[in-house]
């Protein structure tokens, strides 16, 4: 008797680039935070997700925040799997922050300028006001 397997399904890919994306970000924590910055010798948010999505999956994401946004499928925050973005607005005139979704409740970002690529959960009063949006490109 044949197994026959769904290949239809996308579960499977995104739980594969998921994990993918993982690890390539958890060797990134602790590297500084620089402005503009899109190389593993600093990143400010966008860039952190950047060079991420392009060493892990070979996907090419717009630069900033705000366009990755756009660019994303917005999904409910229930729905977030690891690899997923999550965009903030922490200066009060639209998206400006974005992180990824490690699974768990946590993120992994590059806060701001004297930090450092660090893990935080989303449930930080911080961040949990300040999120605007989970999207996916999953």
Not at 12 to 32: A, F, I, N, R, W
Not at 56 to 84: C, F, K, Y
Request: glycine share 12%; aromatic share 10%; hydrophobic share 35%.
């Amino acid at each position: 008797e044949m197994l026959t397997r769904d290949w239809s399904s996308d579960v499977c890919s995104s739980d594969l680039g998921g994990q993918e994306l993982m690890l390539h970000s958890m060797d990134l924590v602790g590297t500084p935070y620089r402005w503009g910055g899109s190389t593993d010798t600093g990143f400010d948010c966008s860039g952190m997700i950047q060079y991420v999505y392009k060493n892990a999956l070979g996907v090419n994401l717009p630069r900033s925040s705000r366009d990755m946004a756009a660019a994303s499928r917005t999904i409910s925050t229930r729905d977030l799997q690891t690899g997923d973005l999550v965009f903030f607005n922490t200066s009060g005139s639209g998206i400006s922050h974005v992180g990824l979704y490690l699974g768990g409740g946590k993120f992994l970002h590059a806060p701001r300028s004297g930090s450092t690529v660090q893990t935080e959960s989303l449930s930080k009063p911080y961040y949990a006001q300040r999120l605007v949006k989970a999207g996916t490109f999953f």
